[in-house]
């Protein structure tokens, strides 16, 4: 198993262990309270004006975050070298998403993200990653298959959810599971997650380790509990899609780049 693209859920669990742990096993809470950065972007579906402005975000973004402009250029050079092409994805599209798996980036990504979840002024004002998180989103939608639902899984090592059967719940953020539960297992097996998504979307093809038959699913698709059993310290929870949050509540695009739009304030 190596750290790319499954480890940002790793690297998200064990972050939020940093702020509970106290003994072998870390007590984590999975809720349905939506963060800033959990809901769609207002205008993603149609994506006209993130794509227009595209230049001046990313602009934008590489001035405040040089890190994410050095693995931008790694992950142009990588799909570059794979002759990659992508007739459903813009080349951005398709780069956010070999940019989210690759080892160098998940870490600072996932941390800003719930940063800047905190509120929505701190997103408007601290978030540098709008360029990423954006075009993650777009990917998505692009590549869902509407009728499609997918079953993956995920194993985690010392860490236990706390939820209960018929609990609503969300990631809260952009997570990545696999298809091959052997796969999910290498990670962990204190507890796994069986996951039914219907707005997951496998990304195999864009992944920088394609052999993990990763499903990234969106933050804001929302999942009721519909299995938690325990079998010694073995936790096995299954969750299965129930929509997403609503529309009508969603994260604008920093108006003072790409220019106003429904919901800024």
Known sequence: WTLFSMAPLAQTLALLAMAVATAAITIVPLDIVPRATDKPYCDSNNGVNGENKMPQLKHFDFLKNNTFEKVWTNARDEWQKRGSDSSTLTKD???????????????????????????????????????????????????????????????????????????????????????????????????????????????????????????????????EVTKFTREGKKVQIELRSTGTFSDDDCIPLKGGILGTTRGDG
């Open 93 to 223: 599209q398709a780069m956010a998403l070999l940019v989210y798996t690759m080892k160098s980036m998940f870490s600072d990504f996932n941390k800003a993200v719930r940063t800047a979840g905190n509120s929505n002024q701190e997103y408007q004002d601290n978030f540098y990653f709008n360029t990423l998180h954006f075009l993650l989103t777009q990917a998505l939608q692009k590549l869902r298959r509407p009728n499609e639902c997918l079953n993956v899984s995920r194993g985690v090592k010392d860490v236990e959810f706390n939820v209960k059967l018929g609990d609503k719940v969300h990631f809260g953020e952009f997570t990545s599971l696999s298809l091959d539960k052997t796969v999910a297992q290498d990670y962990g097996t204190d507890t796994m997650f069986k996951v039914h998504t219907c707005h997951g979307v496998d990304i195999q093809k864009f992944s920088f380790n394609q052999s993990e038959k990763e499903v990234l699913i969106p933050p804001f698709e929302t999942f």
